[in-house]
Structure formats: structure tokens, C-alpha cells
Nanobody
Framework: QVQLVESGGGLVQAGGSLRLSCAAS????????MGWFRQAPGKDREFVAG????????SYADSVKGRFTISRDNARNTVALQINSLKPEDTAIYYC????????????????????WGQGTQVTVSS
């Protein structure tokens, strides 16, 4: 099991930026792909970005391409999500998640592929 703690959320104006961080502890972080998901009020949780265990493969939802950047530091057991050009529709709770598979060769994009989740961090974008 991996314990995950997100931080960095907040209230920002449209066009602003935030950097979300996720600190991991527990089973080997470096062998798991990591993902960021978000859930807006009244909507299903959706995939935002994911990065393979090695960091060599990255995937983004179409809605965030060019604005969001995911990265990981296996030495520090952290994964980050840089969010630029924020829009009101980016308002949601953002969750960090760890893949249930060992060294999956591709980036998982489905929530059922992730075994461990953080408690979430709120991002609110005002227009």
C-alpha cells in the first residue's frame, strides 16, 4: 500500500497557476505509475495526467494538454502537477493516485487501475 498526501491547492483567478504536489510513502513508489485525477461537483472523477514508473511515458487528458505538466522525483517519492492558464472549469478536487501494477509499461488512465489514493486537494478558479 502507498500512502499519498496532496498539497498545493487553493483559490486562484482564471489565467493563474498552481503547483500541486503529492508525497508518497509505503511500498516502492519508484515501481508504480502515478496519476492525477479530478472530480468537480456533480461530475464523475476524471483522469487528468499520468506518468509511468520510470517517468519516460506521460499521458494527459485532451482538456489539459498544453496547460498541465506532470513530473515525478523517485528519489524524493514525490509527483507534481504544474497547472498553468487555469480556467473556471478546472475547479475540482484533485487526487493523486498510485498504480496497482508493478512497472506497468504504459500509463494507466482508468481509475480502476489505481490502487491507492490521496485525500485530495481543492482547486478553485474564479472568473
Amino acid at each position: 500500500q502507498v500512502q499519498l498526501v496532496e498539497s498545493g491547492g487553493g483559490l486562484v483567478q482564471a489565467g493563474g497557476s498552481l503547483r500541486l504536489s503529492c508525497a508518497a510513502s509505503g511500498r516502492s513508489f519508484g515501481n508504480s505509475a502515478m496519476g492525477w485525477f479530478r472530480q468537480a461537483p456533480g461530475k464523475d472523477r476524471e483522469f487528468v495526467a499520468g506518468i509511468s514508473w520510470s517517468g519516460t511515458r506521460i499521458s494527459y487528458a485532451d482538456s489539459v494538454k498544453g496547460r498541465f505538466t506532470i513530473s515525478r522525483d523517485n528519489a524524493r517519492n514525490t509527483v507534481a502537477l504544474q497547472i498553468n492558464s487555469l480556467k473556471p472549469e478546472d475547479t475540482a478536487i484533485y487526487y493523486c493516485a498510485a498504480d496497482l501494477a508493478f512497472r506497468r509499461p504504459v500509463v494507466p488512465v482508468l481509475s480502476v487501475q489505481y490502487a491507492d489514493w490521496g485525500q485530495g486537494t481543492q482547486v478553485t478558479v474564479s472568473s
